[in-house]
């Protein structure tokens, strides 16, 4: 209720000014950004991205945007939960390059650090006729952006805290006009050692965790070269190694291990026409996963091209061909797949405040089709008054996920006989804009999903086996919004999101659908940060609604609310070198809670960061 009450006090008090402050554009920018309207998509960029350098990806999205994020325990799996799907419904690219397992249909967020990237772009809702395969509940895509005609930039960061936390990167640029060369190099380490109540033993006594260490190192390498004056060549290499000990649940003593080494490579060509844009990429992912004794590997190569070109100011095409090929070499078994995708974006622009985009996509893999898949979507800004402006947005789109690797050979209990899940989704958002002493950004977004062939594994008689069994229901509404003002010297910025998700199982019984396991009904977020010449203050929470822990929802596991600050100073200098200071706490009044069942989290934690740019 806190919330509302601040998004409509916003709303009842609004200052004016005469002019209004236009966005910046780019004049090339991924299909993401230019086919996408009516959708949802949220951008985080390198200002925002730095709070949390020394994190993971899971981390980020928890504490920051309306995902949930289901953790086996702090630097355990964690893997993206949008709109009430599973985390094999979200799909994830690097560059452009799709990076979930081919064996899984998943990434592991807490093996994706945000000390390697620059970019994060947040998709809501089906874009599988943008995207294709698996990105039913949502996208995310990570990005490197080397920039040209900077000289020399550098900058190192430590960062020491509670639990063992040693987390260093070091990152540099080269570049000309016509040539970049950019390297990030990072290692994070944790013991993990932190105490917590141990609801398996009488009494719940305060034990500490043990086996529970993490570490994790890697380099990302990016080099552009304009080869001419419209070609462009870019290449981007992303190797990461991280080792666990898997923390065991409450009341166990296991003592797994698991190793996992990434491997990512892509290389883009670009042709710059006077109204259009041809792009070429290829690109390779090899995984490999140690788990104790057991090995697997996956493999995937990618090799596409599409073609951006502008008939008119009102119409504007996009039309493309990928193929892959993904190779696993499991413990049980050992697989090959082909896929073949054909796709085609149209955008018109019939009004000056109105957008219309026409997604089609089509896979092909192993020789069987997957559904064809459509999307289309508008955006129409239908009042506009002086310095504020408000935006209707509408799209209708269809999303699929073919069987995974796992799915299909897992020997025993693979089912080479599954159908690909579908989904139609539908969504309707206002999105509010002010441009004035308070600035203002707002959007509330209505969807409504509906998702068939859900695999799900179910026991055979003493073997699991997948099945098209499950049929469900997702509908909510999110609401995201954002401020800037300012008080005598002083810099505001508040944040705000909330989600209801409704995600029931229809399958489950039909005279009274389940919400699906895992799956909070309700979720908020908010920030507020005030800065003062050099110095800041930032006051984060996030809050997570109960969560039933299986089927029938006969167990389910209280909601939480934790609350980070931290606080900073960048006025120190030693000549050209700027040495910005920084000091978190996290989990501030040092909650008790669990993501996941008997699953152990962190209370209070602190952490120094100091870092040095060149």
Request: hydrophobic share 35%.
């Amino acid at each position: 209720m806190i919330l509302l009450f601040w998004v409509f006090s916003f709303f009842g008090s609004m200052p004016e000014q005469d002019t209004v402050s236009l966005e910046e554009v780019e004049v090339y920018a991924p299909a993401l950004d230019r086919f996408a309207e009516g959708q949802k998509i949220v951008q985080l960029g390198k200002r925002e991205l730095l709070t949390y350098s020394g994190r993971s990806l899971g981390d980020l999205l928890q504490e920051q945007s309306p995902v949930f994020v289901r953790q086996y325990g702090a630097g355990m799996l964690a893997s993206p939960s949008f709109r009430g799907t599973s985390a094999g419904h979200t799909a994830v690219f690097w560059n452009g390059l799709p990076i979930n397992s081919p064996s899984l249909g998943q990434s592991d967020l807490s093996i994706l650090p945000v000390a390697g990237i620059d970019r994060l772009g947040i998709h809501y809702g089906s874009g599988g006729a943008l995207f294709g395969n698996e990105a039913i509940g949502g996208s995310l895509h990570l990005e490197t952006k080397p920039e040209f005609g900077k000289g020399f930039t550098g900058q190192f960061s430590q960062q020491i805290g509670s639990f063992g936390l040693f987390n260093s990167r070091l990152s540099g640029q080269f570049s000309s006009e016509k040539f970049t060369f950019q390297t990030k190099v990072y290692r994070e380490f944790t013991e993990n050692d932190f105490p917590y109540q141990d609801l398996s033993q009488p009494g719940t006594p305060e034990i500490r965790q043990e086996h529970a260490r993490f570490e994790q190192r890697g380099i990302v390498q990016d080099v552009a070269w304009n080869i001419a004056e419209k070609s462009q060549l870019k290449t981007s290499i992303w190797w990461n190694q991280a080792e666990r000990e898997v923390q065991p649940v409450m009341g166990s003593r296991t003592q797994d291990i698991q190793q996992d080494q990434n491997l990512r490579a892509v290389l883009d060509y670009f042709r710059f026409g006077q109204k259009s844009v041809l792009n070429l990429k290829t690109g390779f992912v090899r995984d490999n996963q140690l788990f104790n004794s057991t090995s697997n590997a996956t493999s995937l190569f990618l090799l596409g091209g599409d073609w951006d070109y502008a008939f008119s100011e009102k119409w504007t095409s996009r039309s493309g061909a990928r193929f892959t090929l993904a190779a696993g070499d499991l413990s049980t078994y050992e697989a090959r797949e082909d896929r073949l995708e054909l796709y085609q974006s149209t955008r018109f622009v019939p009004a000056e405040k109105l957008a219309i985009s026409l997604n089609l996509r089509q896979l092909i893999y192993s020789g069987a089709f997957a559904p064809f898949t459509p999307s289309i979507g508008l955006d129409w800004g239908f009042w506009e008054k002086e310095n504020q402006g408000l935006k209707f947005k509408a799209s209708l789109g269809r999303g699929f996920k073919v069987p995974t690797l796992n799915d299909r050979f897992w020997n025993p209990g693979g089912n080479p006989n599954l159908l690909p899940e579908q989904s139609w989704n539908g969504e309707l958002g206002l999105h509010f804009i002010q441009n004035a002493n308070i600035s203002l950004t707002q959007s509330l977004t209505y969807y409504r999903m509906n998702v068939n062939n859900w695999i799900i594994w179910l026991p055979q008689g003493s073997i699991w086996s997948p099945e098209n069994i499950r049929e469900v229901r997702n509908q909510g509404v999110e609401y995201q919004g954002k401020s800037n003002w300012k008080t005598g010297t002083w810099n505001w910025e508040l944040g705000l999101s909330y989600t209801f998700s409704e995600a029931l199982d229809l399958t489950s019984d039909a005279t009274q659908p389940q919400q699906l396991p895992y799956t909070p009904r309700h979720q908020a977020n908010g920030t507020l940060k005030t800065e003062v010449g050099r110095f800041w203050v930032n006051l984060g929470t996030f809050y997570v609604g109960e969560r039933a822990v299986g089927t029938g929802n006969s167990r389910v596991l209280n909601g939480f609310q934790l609350w980070n600050t931290s606080v900073g100073f960048s006025g120190i200098t030693w000549g050209k070198v700027r040495l910005p200071l920084s000091f978190q706490v996290l989990n501030l009044f040092d909650k008790d809670y669990q993501v996941l069942y008997l699953r152990a989290m962190p209370g209070r934690s602190y952490q120094f960061n100091l870092i040095l740019d060149l």
